[in-house]
């Protein structure tokens, strides 16, 4: 919390953020309460011991600073936070399609930095064009928050001309609504439990979290992760009458 403050939120004036757990009595003034399908979270919000990775208290405005400076250093510009070499492995494709911290997705004027946050009660998505500067960060405070997210991002995508957001970003394939019946049911895969179930015309997957994320249907058997953005596949059983894993 401390190293955060210091080398981290000062300098970027990000005034708004916090790792302290629980959080300081200034920021809950203003924070939002977490909501879950049953309601409101008791006491509005979780304390997790992860700080780094579950503790971030912040605003879409104050991440927008990191990730502005972030790129303006992979650049070779002016930056409060990194040098260039620092900040060009967070903005260069590594393993996948990720880099450090960031997932580097896109080629040419479409290239972008992009994250996901899912703690109980919220769902946040942020995206940084690193061309143009451009971008677009939604945060919400409840469990279901992750299509009011995609819809705003495909509308600021439609408005300001961003065809890598628009229409296609987190949509299902066109045909896969017939075939989700099927695939609802209790999984298995490399030891990690996958519980998928059909709410309303999507389906929402709990995989080592008690945290559920819909499932984007790529193919009527590809699916991935709309937060984190995991890639899978539905395997069907021999004889096609129903998938026999997912990985």
Not at 44 to 52: E, F, I, R, S, T
Not at 102 to 127: K, L, M, P, Y
Not at 145 to 167: C, E, F, K, M, N
């Amino acid at each position: 919390e401390q190293l955060a403050q210091r080398l981290a939120f000062r300098p970027l004036r990000m005034r708004h953020s916090s790792f302290a757990q629980p959080a300081p009595a200034a920021l809950v003034a203003q924070a939002a309460s977490g909501h879950a399908e049953a309601g409101r979270l008791p006491g509005g919000y979780n304390v997790y011991p992860h700080q780094a990775a579950g503790g971030l208290w912040t605003t879409p405005s104050d991440v927008a600073r990191l990730m502005i400076d972030v790129r303006a250093a992979g650049r070779g510009q002016r930056a409060r936070l990194l040098r260039r070499a620092s900040a060009e492995p967070m903005v260069t494709p590594g393993l996948g399609q990720w880099g450090v911290g960031f997932s580097v997705v896109g080629d040419g004027g479409e290239r972008r930095i992009e994250h996901g946050g899912a703690n109980a009660g919220f769902r946040n998505w942020a995206t940084l064009f690193l061309d143009s500067g451009d971008g677009v960060i939604v945060m919400t405070n409840s469990d279901s928050g992750g299509q009011l997210a995609d819809d705003i991002i495909r509308a600021v995508a439609t408005h300001y001309g961003w065809p890598a957001l628009g229409s296609q970003r987190l949509m299902d394939a066109a045909g896969t609504a017939s075939i989700l019946p099927r695939l609802v049911g209790d999984y298995t895969a490399d030891g990690v439990g996958w519980q998928v179930r059909q709410v309303g015309g999507h389906l929402y997957t709990r995989a080592a979290s008690p945290v559920a994320e819909r499932m984007v249907m790529l193919s009527p058997t590809r699916f991935q992760l709309a937060e984190s953005g995991l890639q899978g596949e539905f395997r069907f059983a021999a004889d096609g009458s129903a998938p026999a894993s997912a990985i």
